[in-house]
């Protein structure tokens, strides 16, 4: 029987604890409110503080100054004046003051003094709870006899929380010097921090030596790697499990598409990686938008569950006849014109957002970010270095991430005429349903209808584009690529990768094994 796995760590107060994991880090972590602006935004500030001041009532003396802190930090004017001046730039409150209390946690985290750093997670706290006083939604407690596992813990949810039933806290970062750890030892709750990243599930068994500073785990739990070097692109193979080839031996890969959070779990990775996931579908309101840890819990889940198969993210594909809830409200949007990558770099604090979950969640898998509605090469060159930049932020907060290799969506017909010009791209991958719309210049509405006659001219600007990608990883993920009628015009355009909706993969996989490669059908057939 394999052993327990057991962690070196720090210890921030002795004692000693077991009990169930509560992991910390959610995907329903609560979704603000954009309305009201800033009036909207003092409430919120004003329910914080009477919350504060209610949890004070009864608190020891060091509790209390914890408690004063925070209460003093949002009756700071600079703070308010900071918000109000993102919002007055057009920014969504939700965004303004995600922003501006981020700036202030990024300063501290960079400081030269522990007891500075320490405070970061104070800052956390208060920008978590106006969140969710934004949202109606409180910050929620979790179980008493729970050992807290998480990056790190706010202040007044160690003070809100039942210790009487025992329960002790495993940090994968944290401070001796925070206020948690303070309070920790002042109330006798065993606690450790500086384990880094390691595996666990809620309800998994977790013990906390504080004595001599180490996480006992499960059998089967490990330590997640720290930072590792960027990624090679999505590759054009399939292992040998799953391997797939045409009638006369050429090998193909066939993947699948996900257009929502609930076929995640129905991902099998002993078949199929993931060509395209459709990220908008996971957010439903541009407060989701503003929520890093929702969406790094999100695409975390894809990723750990395709296993060792590649993952192609796409980011935010919205506007124009895609609406985000919430996005109407945004100051000098114009109705027409912006949409996907357009739309990101006009409104980067909601594309700083994605990239920095994407960032997050590439260590956990074989994660490539997909770029939606390129027309032009700087548009790639501009997103790559808004990454470039989160990047630098998150290894100034000692977070862990890896930059994941960067393609585009070929479904601008300029584009696609143009891929040798696209030397930034790490791969490329073609969208048919909105190039077909765009070559036939149908509506929407009218698209289905239209799509038999324009696939001849979708056929021949495949072919040409496929010579232009100088042999850099290419695939197909729109709705051509999962009806077999098109699947002979497809491989003769030299197309060896395939993404599918789910459903549509066991006809793909027949239909490609009775043709060759050059689209032609195999002899006997």
């Given at each position: 029987?394999?052993?327990?796995?057991?962690?070196?760590?720090?210890?921030?107060?002795?004692?000693?604890?077991?009990?169930?994991?509560?992991?910390?880090?959610?995907?329903?972590?609560?979704?603000?409110?954009?309305?009201?602006?800033?009036?909207?935004?003092?409430?919120?500030?004003?329910?914080?503080?009477?919350?504060?001041?209610?949890?004070?009532?009864?608190?020891?003396?060091?509790?209390?100054?914890?408690?004063?802190?925070?209460?003093?930090?949002?009756?700071?004017?600079?703070?308010?004046?900071?918000?109000?001046?993102?919002?007055?730039?057009?920014?969504?409150?939700?965004?303004?003051?995600?922003?501006?209390?981020d700036a202030y946690i990024g300063e501290l985290e960079a400081a030269d003094e522990e007891q500075m750093r320490a405070r970061a997670v104070d800052i956390l706290d208060i920008k978590n709870r106006v969140l969710g006083a934004l949202a109606g939604t409180p910050i929620g407690d979790f179980p008493p006899g729970s050992v807290f596992v998480g990056k790190d813990m706010e202040p007044s949810r160690f003070l809100a929380h039942d210790w009487s039933k025992g329960g002790g806290i495993a940090l994968f970062s944290g401070s001796t010097a925070g206020h948690v750890?303070?309070?920790?030892?002042?109330?006798?709750?065993?606690?450790?921090?500086?384990?880094?990243?390691?595996?666990?599930?809620?309800?998994?068994?977790?013990?906390?030596?504080?004595?001599?500073?180490?996480?006992?785990?499960?059998?089967?739990?490990?330590?997640?790697?720290?930072?590792?070097?960027?990624?090679?692109?999505?590759?054009?193979?399939?292992?040998?499990?799953?391997?797939?080839?045409?009638?006369?031996?050429?090998?193909?890969?066939?993947?699948?598409?996900i257009n929502d959070p609930a076929e995640i779990d129905a991902l099998d990775p002993a078949t199929a990686g993931v060509g395209l996931m459709r990220s908008e579908f996971s957010v439903a309101s541009i407060a989701e938008a503003a929520n890093e840890e929702r969406q790094l819990a999100i695409y975390r889940r894809v990723l750990e569950q395709a296993g060792d198969r590649p993952v192609i993210i796409r980011m935010l594909d919205i506007g124009g006849d895609k609406p985000l809830a919430g996005l109407e409200d945004l100051p000098g949007l114009p109705a027409s014109g912006l949409r996907g990558i357009r739309l990101l770099l006009a409104r980067p604090e909601i594309a700083r957002v994605q990239a920095r979950a994407l960032l997050r969640a590439a260590v956990f898998g074989r994660l490539s970010v997909m770029l939606p509605m390129v027309t032009f090469p700087d548009e790639i060159d501009r997103m790559r270095e808004l990454f470039r930049e989160e990047a630098e932020k998150l290894g100034r907060r000692s977070l862990l991430h890896r930059m994941p290799p960067i393609g585009m969506m070929v479904e601008v017909p300029a584009a696609a005429l143009m891929l040798d010009t696209f030397g930034s791209a790490a791969f490329f991958s073609f969208g048919t349903n909105d190039l077909t719309q765009y070559l036939a210049a149908s509506s929407r509405d009218d698209i289905d209808a239209d799509a038999g006659n324009a696939a001849p001219a979708v056929l021949r600007l495949l072919a040409q584009a496929v010579k232009l990608t100088a042999g850099k990883p290419v695939s197909i993920c729109g709705d051509m690529a999962g009806n077999p009628h098109y699947l002979p015009g497809l491989l003769a355009a030299g197309l060896r990768h395939f993404s599918v909706a789910p459903a549509r993969r066991p006809a793909i996989r027949s239909a490609i094994i009775g043709l060759n490669a050059d689209g032609t059908r195999a002899a006997g057939e």
């Open positions: 029987m394999a052993e327990p796995l057991r962690l070196k760590a720090k210890s921030a107060s002795p004692g000693i604890a077991s009990g169930p994991a509560f992991v910390a880090e959610r995907p329903d972590a609560p979704a603000p409110s954009t309305a009201g602006g800033y009036d909207a935004l003092e409430k919120a500030i004003d329910i914080s503080i009477g919350e504060l001041e209610r949890l004070a009532d009864g608190a020891d003396a060091e509790s209390r100054d914890i408690i004063d802190f925070q209460i003093e930090v949002l009756r700071d004017p600079t703070i308010a004046e900071a918000t109000g001046a993102r919002m007055e730039a057009d920014e969504n409150v939700v965004f303004a003051w995600v922003a501006t209390l750890a303070l309070l920790a030892r002042a109330k006798s709750v065993p606690m450790v921090i500086g384990i880094g990243r390691f595996s666990a599930a809620d309800g998994d068994p977790v013990s906390v030596d504080g004595n001599a500073g180490a996480v006992i785990l499960q059998a089967g739990s490990m330590l997640i790697p720290p930072l590792a070097p960027a990624q090679e692109p999505a590759g054009d193979t399939q292992t040998a499990a799953g391997e797939l080839r045409t009638a006369d031996g050429v090998p193909i890969l066939l993947s699948i598409n």
